[in-house]
């Protein structure tokens, strides 16, 4: 536990020093995300704004012709995802892309937790969006399928700041040692993240407050987040697999009126994003 603390006090102390490079939220994202929830969005726009950013307008074709999305025939251009996808789902490839490639590491096996981190992400807010859906909160379709995505920030922020503070270096840093640490500050550090890149405070608290023991029953938004968090751990997508969990017999479950064939239409639904999230 000791080694836990000194590791927890020296990464606070590095962030909390102004040493730490803070990443910056994609902007291109941000602003096909705000053209998208005009009544009447431009196509035109989204696709300049897309088009714009070769690296994420290549990221976006990527992920649009992944199997999760692909039809018979190779979409070539952002136009051509636009119209056969539709801008709501395309604005949700571009926020897959943004945080994809949010986070930068050197370090091969953060590397490959970052990835494994950001799969589980990409499937928690694709499984929120779905229970939104399902559970008939339409209107916050889209506000779960973005904290779902990021209501792990803190987790991806603590690998780049392990990795800038140069704390395995030393080789005491275990990976069993770091995970603790991460689990531990994720939530604190993800919510001060998320303030700092001026995010709407309700995507602020599902951050916070996700792994709380006792949720919040009048808000929906995050018990959604919780529900789509259990259903990822559940089938192992990301770090963390639960295989136990009876999502049926959760309070979130119970919250939101959900039937176990629901339950388990979301699994094969999940089941399906591994081709999305590789």
């Known amino acids: ?9 020296d990464i606070e102390r590095f962030i909390e020093s102004g040493k730490l490079t803070l990443p910056v939220f994609n902007p291109t994202a941000m602003r096909v995300q705000q053209e998208l929830v005009k009544k ?10 897309i088009i714009r950013d070769q690296t994420l307008a290549s ?3 990527k992920l649009a012709n992944s199997a999760f999305y692909r039809g018979l025939v190779e979409v070539r251009t952002v136009k051509a995802a636009m119209i056969r996808l539709g801008m709501r789902e395309v604005g949700k490839i571009v926020l897959l892309a943004a945080s994809k490639t949010q986070f930068r590491i050197v370090d091969k096996e953060l590397s490959l937790m970052l990835k494994k981190i950001w799969q589980h ?8 969006n779905w229970l939104a859906r399902r559970c008939e909160f339409t209107e916050l379709a889209g506000q779960a399928f973005f904290s779902g995505l990021f209501h792990d920030i803190g987790k991806l922020f603590l690998l780049v700041a392990v990795e800038q503070a140069k704390l395995r270096t030393s080789g005491k840093m275990t990976n069993a ?4 640490v991460i689990n531990t500050l994720h939530t604190r550090q993800g919510y001060s993240l998320m303030q700092h890149w001026n ?11 996700h ?3 006792n949720v919040d029953a009048k808000n929906t938004l995050l018990i959604i987040v919780r529900l789509a968090d259990m259903a990822c751990h559940k089938l192992g997508i990301g770090m963390c697999s639960l ?4 999502l049926a017999a959760t309070p979130e479950a119970n919250l939101l009126e959900i039937t176990e064939i629901d339950l388990a239409e979301l699994e094969i639904m999940l089941e399906d994003t591994t081709a999305l999230t590789r």
């Open 177 to 180: 040692l770091l995970l603790e």
């Open 1 to 9: 536990m000791s080694d836990v603390n000194s590791f927890i006090d």
């Open 40 to 49: 009447e969005p431009d196509m035109g726009v989204v696709e300049k704004l």
């Open 199 to 209: 995010m709407p405070e309700e995507y602020c608290v599902v951050v916070r407050d």
């Open 211 to 213: 792994h709380e023991p």
């Open 121 to 128: 992400s990409a499937g928690n807010a694709l499984a929120a």
């Open 59 to 61: 990221e976006v074709l």
């Open 243 to 246: 295989t136990d969990i009876n």
